[in-house]
């Protein structure tokens, strides 16, 4: 309770935006009103969210009973309803506006305050119960903000029962402590202290007391970043824990961050996000916290490529950054590379929602609360609005961070108690001969760890000689007698050494002054691999923070300015480095950036590494889930024998032989297993020699050079699949990459290399080829476009992988088709169903041989629903003479993708110059409504080659596939469709991780109108369809996530007088825009509107002006080069280092009113 006296005053309400919203100011108020810091802490409620009752309507107290607050129009915060005249209804809206202002820096929330004022005028008191507060007195006294806030910190304190131990007098004098913070502007804090229960705080309570100073300020940063209340102390603790403990990594990462010219650089934050995707997130976060400012700010400049490599690094980043860091991240000074960082809105743009880990969405959450209105405006309405419009109104998470940062806190703990039992004379040893440096000292330190590392005196070990690889190739008989000679102890494993707590806690400290990488460096490469001090090594690696290890093995690894080699010495190094963490850790490593670090790893390993067997794997690479206990020299020059072979011939039918016989045939495609009676050692055997091949990166070639015949054929892709789905994921997805048309991909790339690309790709599980795709957006479309018509007609689905247990395997498939009482008439819609999933699965040789053996055909004469199943899929028929199965073919092609286009091009302007002079279609663009009238759909498949992606039209005849469209610019983008029937004769559409197969479909009198809104977004998009009729036939979903099944069969669908109708906020009906009259004319100015109007429609289709030159095809034009030279060359310069289109540019801002393309 508080009270004051004094003359009223006033100040503008914009006081408060004059410091980006760290200060506020009361509307009325003078220039003696006081300045509020934001609070160090968000508000704490009584009791766990998860056990908290849904929170009711906020009411208040007024004589006469209790009503509910009425809400502003903005739907923030309630608005005060309890003066009858405008006078006291001015007064309470002022005082609700503090109340908004003042109740979150205090832990509250202000839309649940409750409070009553009876007498509007005088001199400001309050009184506060855990229920309410009661004000008196004028809002706009200079004083009645630290009375405001007295009596708000007394309702927290009510909150605050439970946790801390009720104090009258600490809880006054922290109160009377916030209001002398109010008054002097000083920053507040959330009070830490409690009220008994039913304790109401009244004037001259705090009479005497002095005022409660703010709490420290080292403890205030976490609060003010938390991501629930509840946890704040947890948090605090890991923070602490985590900034003494990790002394080492927090130094590597403010290293990284560390330009030498202060510039701040994407890759920067790449390699310092990449240390942090190897922490849990709580520890990530209070990483980051543990930084400098300067650095969490550099951290923080994010660019979209970061959040798709790195989704939860990225917002463990942002959610470490308080409000006024996030605020601070936009430059203000012009930069090095003429690009300021634009502020928290880019940093937040390409956040990945969908990626995230239930603590993470709830930490993104947090973080776009404390961004502020504008950058959260800015996202609503910018590119990615649907993402961040759905993460708003996405239900509550009632989940707290308590068990996460309560495991993360007992590690520290452990680690906290290594390091002191490490303290002592042995530590005192250590660092002073590493202190002291050079090689000897080095070894003696080493010398000294030995016994804490378990491991024999290393000056004992005598030198021992490197194992070499056998002499000769062994043969298949030689590994069969290997593994029956095997002890069962096995191969081992690539998990580094076992460690102790005070090792731990030693080498932590160690390496927060930087003297474990002392060490390393002191030792020469003979050194590292003793035999003695090597084994001491590797200990004291295993017990250092992987993150350590591993910044340090990128580095190895990495290209600089003045240096584009890795040497032996580096590499070896690199790989002890990587092997000395634990074994999901060296997963990590080989999947960060799509292999790219491990295959220079792999490109970089001197050969006799590979001869002697030092070289095992990372991770699990070669484990093939059965112990074969032979050596890892055995098996490698197993491997080799199959590349000095290849390397000799590099011929189709070699590569053949090579591939089946790794999948244990024959080269006619007969059995043929490496251990007969033992078909699990079998497969483990055969997956260990294709694993050494892949990391002998010689399978690649091999697969490449396969017969087109064998690559594309119906019975024989299937064995690929198998061979990739035996090799190394992370090979397959290097293999696809390397198949990427590269500068001169129009030269190179063929439709041969995206089938093998796209084959390889498919041997993935359905959920890593989407988080592909998500990390390399491009790639899949690039090579799906890449296939040939036919190509993308016989590519098989998902189905026929069998790589997620929510989908149908072929056994199980078969199982249920080997049911001779389901080959009925009665059954046949569902026998369709069935067999479109067995065809699916590319299994229709099985089906044609069980059709033999049951002789359906014999039945087909009165069941016409059989005999359609026979004739459609190519089954056994007597009757028809298909006795014999015929696999179907499939071309390939070798053309460049380059000239492909070329023809498309050719094709696209022989069919523009047919419909400009000899055809019947009516095409026009010089009106403000383009329009195109009975325009043949299988011309424009034709020109593409065959199909439109997937999707393969049936005949024209009959006037089917004839589409009419109406288009204008002119009051936004409004399109309007029309065709009286389409035909589709087939579709099959392979995405990452799904597929969608139909056979013919039909749709009849189709009618869509849809509305892209207008150039400055204030008319709202509406999408319109109907039509009379549908049907369709053998259609197909592949994918995981549908419910029930992971894969869906209709064998025939009917569908009559079916319409659809969207728009962005259902308030409209948009079916009366169909066959809506759109604007007529053009351009009004006499002789040229037409030709204007032309230019006007092709630059809002294109996106710029036809033929407009960039800057740097103006800075070409003085080199007066020949014309194929300079096209070329300006092709290449633009491709290189893109440049604005100034005309573009100019059109734009005449257009839109901003320099930009319209």
């Given at each position: ?8 005053g ?7 935006a004059?410091?980006?919203g ?12 006081p ?5 160090r802490?968000?508000?704490t ?5 998860h ?11 007024r004589?006469?009973?209790?009503v509910?607050?009425?809400?502003e ?16 209804r ?14 979150p ?6 839309a ?6 009876a007498q ?6 309050g009184?506060?119960?855990?229920a ?5 007195g ?9 009375v ?5 910190a007394h309702l ?7 946790r ?20 002097a502007?000083?920053?507040v ?14 004037a ?5 007391i002095a005022?409660a100073?703010?709490?420290?300020e ?5 609060a003010?970043?938390?991501t ?6 947890l ?10 403990n990790?002394t080492?990594?927090?130094?590597a ?10 510039q ?7 390699n310092?996000?990449?240390v ?9 976060r209070s ?6 400012a300067?650095?969490?700010r550099?951290l923080?400049q994010l ?11 990225c917002?463990?980043v ?14 203000t ?12 809105a ?17 930490a993104?959450?947090?973080?776009l609360?404390?961004a502020g ?10 590119e990615?609005?649907e993402?961040?419009?759905a993460l708003y109104?996405s239900?509550p998470?009632a ?6 940062l309560?495991q ?9 108690k ?9 530590q ?14 080095a ?11 378990g491991?024999t ?6 030198a ?6 056998p002499?000769?190739?062994?043969t298949l ?9 095997a002890p069962?102890a ?6 580094p050494?076992?460690t ?5 806690g030693?080498v932590n ?8 990488a002392?060490?390393?460096?002191a ?6 691999r ?5 084994a ?15 910044s340090?093995a990128?580095?190895?690894l990495s290209?600089?300015i ?10 070896r ?5 990587v ?7 060296q ?11 491990f ?34 020299t055995?098996?490698?020059s197993?491997?080799?024998?199959y ?11 070699l590569?053949l032989?090579?591939?089946?016989n790794?999948?244990g045939?024959t080269?006619s495609?007969?059995?043929n ?8 050692k ?5 997956t260990?020699?294709?694993r050494?091949l ?6 690649n ?5 396969l017969?087109?015949?064998?690559l594309l054929g119906?019975?024989t892709?299937q064995?690929?699949l ?10 397959l997805?290097?293999?696809a990459?390397?198949?990427m ?15 093998i690309?796209?084959q ?20 899949w479309s690039t090579f ?14 998902t189905?026929a992988?069998?790589r997620?247990?929510?989908l ?8 249920r088709l ?9 059954n046949?819609?569902i026998l369709?169903?069935l067999v479109?999933?067995a065809v699916?699965?590319d ?7 069980l059709?033999?053996r ?6 087909v004469a009165?069941a ?20 014999v ?6 071309e390939?092609?070798h ?19 047919y ?7 009516e095409?026009s ?7 195109l009238r009975?325009?043949?759909?299988t ?10 992606d ?12 004839h589409i ?13 469709v029309?065709?009286?029937?389409l035909?589709?004769a ?11 197969k139909?056979g013919?479909?039909?749709i ?5 109108s849809?509305?892209?809104s207008?150039r ?8 319109t369809?109907?039509f009379?009729?549908?049907?369709l ?13 992971g894969?869906?069969?209709v064998?025939n669908?009917g569908?009559?007088g ?6 962005a ?5 948009p ?40 800057l ?5 034009i003085?080199?007066k080069?020949?014309?194929?030279v300079?096209s070329?060359?300006?092709?290449a ?11 573009t540019?100019?059109w734009?801002l ?9």
């Amino acid at each position: 309770m508080e009270q004051a006296t004094g003359p009223p005053g006033g100040s503008p309400e914009a006081a408060r935006a004059a410091d980006g919203g760290r200060s506020w100011a009361a509307t009325t108020g003078t220039a003696l009103a006081p300045r509020l810091a934001p609070a160090r802490e968000p508000r704490t409620p009584r009791q766990p969210r998860h056990e908290r009752a849904a929170p009711s309507s906020p009411t208040r107290v007024r004589p006469g009973g209790t009503v509910p607050l009425a809400r502003e129009a903005d739907g923030e915060r309630p608005a005060a309803s309890y003066g009858a005249d405008t006078a006291a209804r001015a007064s309470t809206d002022l005082v609700r506006q503090l109340i908004a202002q003042l109740a979150p820096l205090l832990g509250l929330d202000d839309a649940r305050v409750v409070f009553d004022s009876a007498q509007p005028a005088g001199a400001p008191r309050g009184e506060a119960s855990a229920a309410r507060i009661v004000l008196n007195g004028d809002p706009r006294h200079p004083r009645f903000p630290a009375v405001l806030a007295h009596e708000l910190a007394h309702l927290r304190q009510h909150e605050n029962l439970g946790r801390v131990e009720a104090d009258v007098t600490a809880a006054e004098a922290e109160a009377a402590g916030i209001a002398a913070a109010v008054s002097a502007g000083a920053e507040v804090w959330v009070p830490r202290t409690a009220l008994p229960s039913g304790r109401v705080a009244r004037a001259g309570d705090a009479t005497g007391i002095a005022p409660a100073t703010a709490p420290d300020e080292s403890a205030l940063a976490t609060a003010d970043t938390a991501t629930t209340p509840d946890v704040v102390p947890l948090e605090k603790q890991l923070d602490r824990a985590v900034e003494i403990n990790h002394t080492a990594d927090v130094r590597a990462l403010s290293q990284l961050l560390d330009h030498p010219w202060t510039q701040n650089t994407p890759s920067m934050v790449e390699n310092a996000l990449r240390v942090l995707s190897g922490f849990a997130f709580v520890v990530a976060r209070s990483l980051v916290r543990a930084l400098p400012a300067k650095d969490r700010r550099t951290l923080g400049q994010l660019e979209d490529d970061h959040h798709t490599a790195y989704p939860e690094a990225c917002v463990a980043v942002l959610s470490a950054l308080t409000a006024g860091e996030l605020a601070g991240l936009a430059d203000t000074t012009p930069q090095l590379n003429g690009t300021p960082y634009p502020g928290a809105a880019r940093a937040l743009r390409n956040v990945q929602p969908d990626r995230l880990s239930p603590i993470a969405r709830r930490a993104l959450l947090a973080t776009l609360r404390r961004a502020g209105r504008k950058t959260l405006a800015k996202l609503v309405d910018g590119e990615r609005r649907e993402v961040f419009r759905a993460l708003y109104s996405s239900p509550p998470d009632a989940s707290t961070d308590e068990a996460e940062l309560r495991q993360a806190l007992s590690a520290e703990n452990e680690l906290s108690k290594g390091i002191q039992a490490s303290a002592g004379l042995l530590q005192d040893e250590v660092e002073r001969l590493l202190q002291a440096g050079g090689r000897d000292n080095a070894k003696k330190a080493l010398t000294a760890l030995a016994p804490l590392c378990g491991v024999t005196d290393p000056t004992q070990v005598a030198a021992a000689e490197r194992a070499n690889a056998p002499s000769g190739t062994p043969t298949l008989e030689d590994l069969r007698k290997a593994i029956s000679e095997a002890p069962t102890a096995g191969t081992g494993t690539n998990a580094p050494p076992a460690t102790t707590p005070a090792l731990v806690g030693l080498v932590n400290t160690l390496d927060g002054k930087g003297l474990v990488a002392t060490l390393v460096e002191a030792l020469d490469e003979d050194d590292r691999r003793h035999p003695g001090y090597g084994a001491v090594l590797r200990v004291v690696l295993a017990a250092r923070s992987p993150a350590s290890n591993i910044s340090r093995a990128i580095e190895l690894l990495s290209y600089g300015i003045f240096d584009w080699a890795v040497r032996d010495s580096e590499a070896r190094l690199a790989y002890l480095l990587v092997r000395s963490t634990p074994l999901d850790a060296q997963d990590a490593w080989r999947q960060l950036d799509n292999g790219k670090w491990f295959g220079r790893l792999l490109d970089n390993l001197p050969q006799d590494m590979w001869d002697s067997g030092e070289y095992t794997g990372v991770g699990r690479e070669y484990e093939t889930g059965v112990s074969l206990g032979i050596p890892e020299t055995l098996l490698l020059s197993y491997a080799k024998g199959y590349l000095d072979l290849w390397g000799g011939q590099r011929h189709a039918l070699l590569s053949l032989w090579i591939v089946r016989n790794l999948l244990g045939k024959t080269l006619s495609g007969d059995a043929n297993a490496w251990i007969p009676d033992d078909p699990a050692k079998d497969l483990a055997l055969r997956t260990a020699i294709i694993r050494r091949l892949d990391a002998l990166q010689g399978l690649n070639e091999i697969v490449e050079k396969l017969p087109d015949s064998f690559l594309l054929g119906e019975e024989t892709r299937q064995e690929l699949l198998e061979l990739n789905q035996l090799r190394d994921p992370l090979h397959l997805v290097r293999q696809a990459l390397g198949l990427m048309p590269g500068f001169f991909g129009f030269l190179t790339f063929t439709a041969h290399d995206a089938w093998i690309a796209l084959q390889a790709l498919r041997a993935l599980s359905p959920g890593a080829q989407q988080a592909f795709a998500v990390q390399n957006p491009s790639v899949w479309s690039t090579f799906w476009s890449g296939l040939t018509d036919e190509m993308r007609r016989s590519l098989p689905s998902t189905l026929a992988t069998g790589r997620d247990e929510r989908l149908p395997t072929r056994a199980a498939l078969r199982e249920r088709l080997s049911d001779e009482r389901l080959w009925t008439e009665p059954n046949a819609t569902i026998l369709r169903a069935l067999v479109d999933l067995a065809v699916a699965a590319d299994d229709r040789h099985w089906l044609f041989d069980l059709t033999r053996r049951l002789r359906v055909d014999r039945q087909v004469a009165q069941a016409p629903l059989l005999a359609a199943i026979l004739r459609d899929f190519g089954l056994y028929s007597e009757a028809e003479k298909r006795t014999v199965f015929e696999p179907r073919a499939t071309e390939s092609s070798h053309i460049p993708s380059g000239l492909r286009t070329l023809g498309v091009a050719a094709k696209g302007l022989a069919l523009a110059a047919y419909h400009l002079f000899a055809s019947d279609a009516e095409i026009s663009l010089f009106g403000k409504t383009m329009h195109l009238r009975a325009f043949d759909l299988t011309d424009v498949q034709w020109v593409l080659g065959g199909d439109f992606d997937g999707v393969t039209l049936g005949s024209s005849k009959g006037g089917a596939n004839h589409i009419s469209v109406d288009a204008t610019f002119a009051d936004g983008f409004i399109v309007n469709v029309e065709t009286d029937r389409l035909d589709i004769a087939g579709v099959n559409m392979v995405l990452p991780g799904k597929t969608y197969k139909a056979g013919p479909v039909t749709i009849s009198k189709f009618r869509a109108s849809a509305g892209f809104s207008d150039r400055g977004y204030k008319r709202p998009g509406y999408i319109t369809a109907k039509f009379d009729d549908l049907s369709l036939r053998d259609f197909v979903m592949i994918d995981p996530t549908l419910p029930l099944s992971g894969a869906w069969a209709v064998a025939n669908l009917g569908v009559g007088g079916f319409g659809f109708n969207a728009t962005a906020d259902a308030s409209t009906d948009p079916s009366g825009n169909l066959g809506r009259e759109l604007p007529k004319g053009t351009i009004p100015i006499p002789v040229f509107g037409p030709l204007f109007q032309l230019l006007a429609n092709l630059v809002s289709l294109q996106g710029s002006i036809p033929g407009d030159y960039t800057l740097l095809d103006y800075a070409m034009i003085p080199l007066k080069l020949p014309f194929p030279v300079s096209s070329v060359a300006a092709f290449a310069a633009n491709k290189i280092a893109p440049t604005p289109q100034p005309l573009t540019y100019l059109w734009g801002l005449a257009s839109d009113g901003v320099l930009r393309p319209p």
